[in-house]
């Protein structure tokens, strides 16, 4: 079967939407997920058009979106590892399970790297699931030392 990749636009939400799910779904991540649904796609009708979120999709010849990623640009002071006041932050990239192993996660993430290039961005960083993790491995992916931690306010 032959893929093709492009940008994600307005028509994509319900995909992304159902990506997202299925990622958090696929890696036991509780979740009140029509909740976490809604909220997304009321995101999405906004982040899309003002290019808050940058997605790009995965599709069949056929037109089928299969998979997806996207990234927001975060602004983020200079520091030892870059002057670039911006980062890259990479996430939702999902594949439906009958078209993984396909080389289709690693073609979404060359877009998005092509991408930040040409936007001048010097850093990218993500979260790994462990699906993700030996891709992420190879294309050159390290394990941050930095002591990010987390609080739920």
């Keep these: 079967m032959a893929y093709s990749i492009r940008p994600a636009t307005i028509v994509d ?86 078209h993984r192993q396909q080389g289709l996660a690693k073609r979404l993430m060359d877009a998005m790297h092509e991408w930040c290039r040409a936007e001048g961005i010097e850093r990218v960083v993500l979260n790994a699931s462990t699906f993700g993790k030996p891709l992420y491995d190879a294309m050159g992916y390290v394990v941050a030392d930095e002591p990010m931690m987390r609080f739920t306010l």
């Design 13 to 98: 939400i319900p995909h992304i939407v159902e990506h997202r799910e299925q990622m958090f779904r696929d890696m036991a991540i509780p979740a009140e997920f029509e909740d976490m649904a809604a909220a997304t796609e009321l995101w999405l009708t906004h982040a899309i058009p003002s290019h808050t979120y940058r997605g790009w999709v995965a599709c069949t010849d056929r037109g089928e979106v299969v998979a997806g990623g996207g990234l927001i640009v975060i602004p983020w002071p200079p520091g030892p590892m870059t002057t670039d006041p911006r980062c890259g932050f990479i996430f939702n990239v999902y594949t439906r399970p009958a």
